[in-house]
Every structure is written in C-alpha cells, then in structure tokens.
C-alpha cells in the first residue's frame, strides 16, 4: 500500500508564502508524476499542478501559475509546492497525488494524501 503524507499547512497573512512538503512510502515513485490538489469549502476539489518525476516537467492551474512552484527530491520521495504571493482564495485543503502518467484531472491519480489545511486571511 502506497502512503502519501502531507506537511507545511497553516495560517497566513495575505502576500505571504508557506511550503507544502508531501513524502511518499510504499514504494518507489521515482518514475511517477506527483499533483497538488486543493478543495475548498463547498467546492471541488481542483488541480493545482503536477510535477513529472521523469522527465522533470511542471504545469500549473491559471489560477496559480507565476506564484506556485513544484520541485522534487527523487531521493526523498519528497515533492514541494512552494506558495508566493498567497492570497485568501487559495484558502484550501491541499492533496498531493501520485500516478504513472500525471495529468489535471482527479481521476488521473491512483494514490492520495490525507491534506493539509492552508487559510489564507482575509
């Protein structure tokens, strides 16, 4: 069975950042795409981006793009959404996903994280 646990969530100040931190155990992902999903209250749950862990490609969501950026530690298992410039819409519970191929929708991934709570104030 596949683990994905999520880190870094909390409470911030509009304009500010946090880093979100997922580690995977189980088994190897090192082949694998990594995704970041958020849901907020009363809505769908979103993508945000992903990160392809061979060939070491990004995409982002308009909504995020120029303010989030996802890395990777291949030797940790370990992927990163590093969040600029936050403001209070990306209020959210933050997933992380893993699947063979990657991709925006949420049917795309096979593994998921138990999330981490990011509010942003308003």
């Known amino acids: 069975q596949v683990q994905l646990v999520e880190s870094g969530g909390g409470l911030v100040q509009a304009g500010g950042s946090l880093r979100l931190s997922c580690a995977a155990s189980?088994?190897?992902?090192?082949?694998?795409?990594m995704a970041w999903f958020r849901q907020g209250p009363g809505k769908e749950r979103e993508f945000v981006g992903y990160?392809?862990?061979?060939?070491?490609?990004?995409m982002y969501a308009d909504s995020v793009k120029g303010r989030f950026t996802i890395s990777r530690d291949n030797a940790k298992n370990t992927v990163y959404l590093q969040m600029n410039r936050l403001i209070p819409e990306d209020t959210a519970i933050y997933y992380c996903?893993?699947?063979?191929?990657?991709?925006?929708?949420?049917?795309?991934?096979?593994?998921w994280g138990q999330g981490t709570q990011v509010t942003v104030s308003s």
């Open positions: 996903a893993s699947a063979p191929l990657g991709g925006r929708r949420v049917r795309d991934y096979d593994y």
């Open positions: 189980g088994r190897s992902f090192s082949s694998n795409a």
């Open positions: 990160i392809d862990w061979s060939g070491g490609s990004a």
